[in-house]
């Protein structure tokens, strides 16, 4: 058996030394690497045969990779390496790790040609200037021979513990068995759609509903098609820490019920939760952890994968890497990164998949790895990916950048930053309103930051021990309007919203505008990262309708859709629709009596635990001030701004099987999904919104690019992104097939046949067949016809 790995994974693993060290940052982005490994291509011979696939063999290891470039007629092998910046600040052990890589493949075209010697060359082409600066060195074929061979008797013992776990792992995973006693109802069909998209190597859409043990449902499932389908890893991503935790949770059942099970799983944690220097930058001269990182690696690996080498699960959650690193003395955030290569299941947010520079992602284009994915409630993935390639510049960080010391002590900074400025008051003088989209991202203004950028670079690679955080801030958020600038196309628009004189409307000191790329529709990046993939299932409980989820969020055309059929019943919830009451915006002031009387007529029918959802905190603190008044023999308690974890874990313990009162929350926050309230503790809900987002000028910008890009502006933008809060949050009332409860929709507008259609069917609510869908008039904008739903899969 032949263990396969590349050539950068196997430098990475044997010639990585010395200190942690991010100053030479940062890298290009990925397309200025494509287009700079095209340029040095270009620059070279009719000859020249660039993106040269190779490969070779040492014992029981598989070495493949592609060189950047070869020149017969000059017998030359190119490393091409795109950065920014000073080339003579690059730290030695990045230089020694380039040289690893190149004479790597110096030996393994030496064996494909036949060759005696070679010219190796780094090949560092400066992305800003287009100047190359070229590090030769003639090498015989034996030398680099042996070079590899050492390389590969570093790794091998490391190839052959891997070997051997992933062995074990599968037959182990083959082995496993349902960790409870039978499938909840609906858990066994989702369970067996997530097998079969696994094994026909395809993306799922599953809607599921509340209740059912989704996480495990799809977990058992995929874990037990990783041996047929020859899957590498398995991805978890989560847009909450309440879902990773689900899935750690999930994973530590099937440990308990399979104690032998040798599966690795890797929590992956956001930097500022895992640095235990936050004031210190990530390199040696700074930080402890950082100096002779790589030095400590090994042994720091070794004793985190060997947690469960003796015959069990290897738990790598964030307390038992951070235990390993501290006891290894190296940075617990880039040991779980550096452990990630190395797990079976890595659970973590949606980001260290999705982002552009996601880390998963990269491990899994650089390895060439098979993997799976798992996106939990899916239906946040939409605007968790706007905001991922959305990129804003407020003014208040350019003035604190031109502010810090560092701008009064050096004056290229400060006259960066002045160019930007100036550039930026131009613009706002240009601007005739206080809200405007642009078909481009202003040139002059592009251009000086990108120039800011290059500075900024320089300056940070020239000083690396003072620290600037009101720079650093502003450099980071330029360096990614920037990127996305370069990225822009019709998925995103241009626009610059000035602040207003609340009195009077006009437009405040120019230069004050907040400068934005707004992602509208995520699914051109989404897109290739699914595609990346062997297999991925998105699951929810509220996907509907999936067209919509499929092209905001780039499903293949080819993709499955499952609709999990509900194990509660009708009888369980009753859904009232208060047809009196309109909660528009012009009529909130008359709705405030009856949803108060309504909401007092339910607590005296049923006493309880309640929630109240309402559209915003001031029309929350309308309606509680009022029933406080009217009604102050009920408790009631509040959602305030800005809640700490403290203040929401008290008020979710209001919640207890013998407490009674309403708990007052805004839809799309913090107690409207992915919170659990079982049994007494919840007995009903109440929503006085259709969750309908604002009508404002950004809105009306998306709902126009919508109708441009899939004919339903109105449904894109408003009506299927407030139903879906909707039905999360009546959602938190039957949690379990014996849970009884109510939910009242306090809106006119839920009688409409077109809302009744998009919430769950079995909740009775649904128009009768042949019903016509009324051409009526939801705030403002009529209704489009619903779109097709995608094809169902047979379970």
């Known amino acids: 058996m032949t263990y396969t790995v590349a050539v950068r994974e196997l430098c990475e693993f044997t010639a990585k030394q010395g200190d942690l060290d991010l100053r030479f940052t940062p890298a290009p982005t990925a397309l200025e690497g494509m287009a700079g490994h095209a340029v040095a291509a270009a620059r070279r011979g009719a000859g020249y045969r660039a993106e040269v696939a190779l490969s070779g063999s ?178 978890f991503l989560a847009a909450k820490t309440s879902g990773r935790q689900t899935a750690l949770d999930a994973l530590s059942r099937l440990s308990d019920r399979a104690p032998a099970l040798p599966l690795r799983v890797l929590e992956l944690v956001a930097r500022d939760k895992a640095c235990e220097h936050p004031g210190n930058a990530c390199h040696g001269e700074s930080c402890p952890l950082a100096q002779g990182f790589y030095d400590r690696l090994p042994a720091a690996r070794a004793a985190a994968v060997a947690n469960g080498e003796a015959g069990g699960t290897a738990a790598l959650h964030q307390a038992q890497v951070r235990k390993v690193a501290l006891q290894h003395q190296v940075c617990p955030y880039y040991l779980s990164q550096e452990i990630a290569r190395w797990a079976d299941v890595v659970v973590g947010d949606y980001n260290y998949y999705f982002d552009l520079g996601g880390l998963l992602h990269g491990l899994t284009q650089a390895n060439q790895w098979r993997t799976a994915l798992l996106v939990d409630e899916a239906h946040n993935l939409v605007e968790r990916g706007r905001k991922m390639y959305t990129a804003e510049l407020r003014p208040a960080a350019l003035a604190e950048a031109r502010r810090s010391a560092t701008a009064a002590r050096h004056a290229p900074v400060k006259k960066a930053l002045d160019k930007v400025r100036r550039c930026w008051v131009a613009l706002d003088k240009a601007q005739a309103s206080a809200y405007a989209v642009h078909d481009t991202f202003p040139d002059k203004l592009l251009a000086a930051l990108q120039q800011c950028g290059s500075t900024l670079t320089e300056h940070f690679t020239d000083h690396p021990t003072e620290p600037d955080a009101a720079l650093q801030a502003f450099y980071f958020d330029a360096l990614h309007l920037v990127h996305m600038a370069e990225l822009l196309g019709a998925h995103s628009m241009v626009d610059i919203t000035q602040p207003t004189h609340s009195y009077n409307g006009k437009a405040t000191t120019p230069g004050d505008s907040t400068l934005c790329i707004r992602n509208v529709v995520p699914a051109p990046f989404l897109q290739p990262r699914l595609a990346a993939a062997h297999t991925s299932t998105l699951f929810s409980a509220t996907l509907q309708p999936a067209r919509y989820y499929a092209d905001l969020l780039g499903l293949p055309a080819d993709h499955w859709w499952v609709d999990v059929e509900s194990p509660f019943h009708a009888a369980q919830l009753q859904v009232q629709v208060a047809r009196h009451i309109s909660t528009r915006f012009p009529h909130r002031a008359a709705s405030l009596h009856p949803i108060v009387a309504l909401m007092a007529r339910q607590f005296q029918a049923r006493p309880g635990n309640y929630l109240a959802f309402f559209s915003s905190y001031d029309y929350l603190q309308q309606v509680a001030a009022l029933f406080a008044q009217r009604h102050p023999e009920v408790p009631h308690w509040c959602q305030t701004r800005r809640m700490l974890e403290a203040e929401q874990r008290a008020f979710l313990d209001r919640f207890t099987p013998t407490s009674q009162g309403i708990a007052f929350a805004v839809l799309g926050g913090a107690f409207a999904e992915g919170i659990d309230l079982p049994g007494k503790r919840l007995v009903g809900a109440f929503l006085a919104t259709l969750g309908l987002p604002q009508i404002n000028p950004v809105n009306e910008q998306i709902r126009e690019r919508m109708h441009a890009l899939f004919g339903a502006g109105y449904d894109y933008t408003y009506l299927y992104p407030g139903l879906q809060k909707v039905v999360q949050a009546a959602g938190r009332v039957i949690r379990t097939p014996s849970d009884e409860g109510v939910v009242h929709l306090m809106d006119d507008r839920f009688g409409h046949a077109q809302v009744r259609a998009l919430l769950p069917h079995w909740w009775g609510l649904h128009p009768r067949a042949g019903t016509p869908v009324p051409r009526q008039d939801l705030d403002g904008h009529a209704p489009l016809p619903l779109p097709r739903p995608a094809s169902k899969i047979s379970i």
């Open 58 to 235: 040492y014992q029981t290891l598989q070495v493949r990779g592609r060189a950047d470039g070869y020149d017969p007629e000059r017998q030359r092998i190119d490393e091409v390496k795109t950065f920014k910046g000073r080339l003579d600040r690059q730290p030695a052990s990045h230089r020694a790790l380039h040289w690893a890589q190149a004479k790597v493949y110096g030996w393994l075209l030496c064996q494909q040609e036949q060759l005696a010697h070679i010219d190796v060359a780094l090949v560092y082409l400066d992305v800003g200037t287009q100047q190359e600066t070229v590090f030769t060195q003639r090498c015989a074929a034996d030398d680099l021979r042996q070079h590899f061979e050492a390389q590969c008797q570093r790794f091998i013992a490391w190839a052959a513990q891997q070997m051997a776990h992933r062995t074990a792992r599968d037959a182990a995973l083959t082995a496993l068995t349902f960790p409870f006693g039978g499938f909840r109802t609906g858990q066994r069909p989702l369970a067996e759609a997530v097998y079969k998209a696994a094994t026909a190597g395809c993306c799922l859409l599953a809607q599921a509903p509340t209740g059912i043990g989704k996480t495990m449902g799809t977990l058992f499932p995929l874990l037990k098609a990783v041996p047929a389908q020859q899957i590498d890893k398995v991805f």
